[in-house]
């Protein structure tokens, strides 16, 4: 079962304009991360909160973590044609043990138009 | 560094064969995963090995199985390959100590005929 759901599930801009992307999660979790994937390749790591963060920067990136409404989302400002990719929240669930086990959502696609 | 590679990048096999996806790491991670990507699934993961000599079932393990011998490699089998295998595997690896980012290999595309 996915622990995270992504919405919108696609995202069309104009270079320059932000993009935000939400993930809700249904279980108390040890922190959330976000990752990008650009087409036809791995994941890439992009920023990681820690549950009793609320708010986290990173360059152009921006994460917000509400564990209250168990959701997250990631602003990029200023997009550029370069940020055309899918992103993925994942989270590191309570109860997990000591394994690094991530959940990862389905994905937010992502075009910057130039 | 290579950082985490996977061996090989495609492959096509028929119903019931047989194949190893092998996965290599040089970042002495303790902490290893094979996942399964579909369309609009996101990534599910099948096992896992949180070091040398073990190894775990994730969310999806039925029809494959793994080993660890070294701990910079992590194979994932298909004994009898079905069509609901198509997919692209990934595999991750992380540090036991570290802030909890997995680093992804390139991923393999399999295709079940």
């Known amino acids: 079962s996915q622990q995270g759901e992504e919405d919108p599930q696609a995202l069309s801009i104009q270079e320059g304009e932000n993009a935000t992307m939400n993930c809700s999660y249904k279980t108390s979790i040890n922190n959330l991360q976000w990752y990008r994937q650009n087409s036809g390749r791995g994941l890439v790591h992009l920023i990681l909160?820690?549950?009793?963060?609320r708010e986290k920067h990173s360059g152009r990136l921006r994460v917000t973590l509400d564990t209250s409404k168990k959701s997250s989302s990631l602003l990029i400002t200023a997009s550029r044609a370069a940020d055309t990719a899918s992103y993925f929240c994942?989270?590191?669930?309570?109860?997990?043990?000591?394994?690094?086990?991530?959940?990862f959502g389905q994905g937010t696609t992502l075009q910057v138009k130039p | 560094n290579a950082g985490v590679t996977q061996t090989p990048k495609f492959r096509v096999l028929k119903t019931g064969q047989s194949m190893t996806l092998l996965c290599a790491q040089d970042?002495?991670?303790?902490?290893m995963y094979w996942y399964r990507q579909d369309p609009g699934m996101g990534l599910r993961l099948i096992h896992y090995?949180?070091?040398?000599?073990?190894?775990a079932k994730g969310e999806v393990p039925d029809g494959y199985n793994v080993s660890r011998l070294k701990k910079q490699n992590f194979l994932l089998g298909l004994e009898s390959a079905a069509p609901s295998q198509t997919s692209v595997y990934f595999c991750?690896?992380?540090?036991?100590?570290?802030?909890?980012?997995?680093?992804f290999g390139p991923g393999t595309r399999l295709t079940v005929l």
């Open positions: 909160i820690r549950s009793n963060e």
């Open positions: 090995s949180v070091g040398e000599g073990t190894t």
């Open positions: 994942a989270t590191d669930a309570h109860g997990s043990g000591n394994t690094g086990k991530l959940i």
């Open positions: 991750a690896s992380s540090y036991v100590r570290g802030r909890g980012e997995q680093f």
């Open positions: 970042m002495n991670h303790e902490y």
